[in-house]
């Protein structure tokens, strides 16, 4: 399903103002997503943190910084990336997602990604993971393995808040990120070029 906005302004707007579900009365700020609107690579967290409550921008807090180290690590600026979660605004205490919680925020995600088109989408831990391939999939077992997804690649990730909590997955993060360069590169061998107007990343 798909909510069905033109562009990711409007898109941003209709998620500030929603109140599809009970996170709408327990937010400061929803975060709908940052980024170029045609970036080749799309991240997807999983639900804001507490700083990202309150500035209404994804990715700020420690799990941020881990990210933006993680890009660097690959020649990349988090500027040059689309960065949003499954679901737009914080569950609290920064609980799980609930069901009903995923189920109502989701259209906003496919049409995010409807409308960006990225090349290479990158799911981090395990609700953007089932987003896209199912409740079976285990993030253990996946992590760092392209799926072919129609015309671009799923890569999923552990998410850079439990790679915090424990060094081994940090590892398997980076040698995950580490496999980018290359992806991208087949990614856009594998399709037709973008418009004009569209500027390729530079990876090392
Ligand atoms: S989490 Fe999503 S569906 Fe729920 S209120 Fe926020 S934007 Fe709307």
């Known amino acids: 399903m798909n909510t069905g906005f033109a562009d990711l302004a409007q898109l941003a707007a209709a998620v500030r103002d929603c109140r599809r579900c009970p996170l709408a009365g327990l937010r400061t700020l929803a975060v709908p997503g940052e980024g170029p609107t045609q970036a080749e690579i799309l991240l997807i967290g999983e639900g804001p943190g507490q ?12 799990s941020g910084h881990l990210l933006q180290k993680l890009l660097a690590g690959v020649g990349l600026d988090r500027s040059q990336v689309f960065i949003t979660n499954v679901v737009k605004c914080r569950p609290p205490n920064n609980r799980d997602p609930l069901p009903v919680e995923l189920a ?6 496919d049409n995010q990604v409807t409308l960006i088109d990225p090349l290479i989408l990158i799911t981090l831990g395990r609700f953007s993971l089932a987003h896209f391939l ?4 285990r993030i253990t077992q996946v992590h760092g ?3 072919r997804l129609g015309d671009r690649l799923l890569l999923p990730m552990f998410h850079p808040a439990a790679a915090l909590r424990n060094p081994q997955w940090q590892q398997a ?12 590169a087949a990614a856009r061998r594998s399709r037709p070029p973008r418009p004009d107007n569209f500027t390729q990343l530079s990876l090392f």
Do not use: I, K, S, Y
């Open 145 to 147: 393995r392209p799926t």
């Open 51 to 62: 700083q990202e409550d309150r500035q209404g921008r994804p990715f700020v807090g420690a």
């Open 173 to 184: 993060l980076e040698a995950d990120f580490a496999q980018l360069p290359g992806l991208l």
């Open 134 to 137: 199912g409740p079976g999939a």
């Open 104 to 109: 109502a925020c989701a259209p906003f995600l």
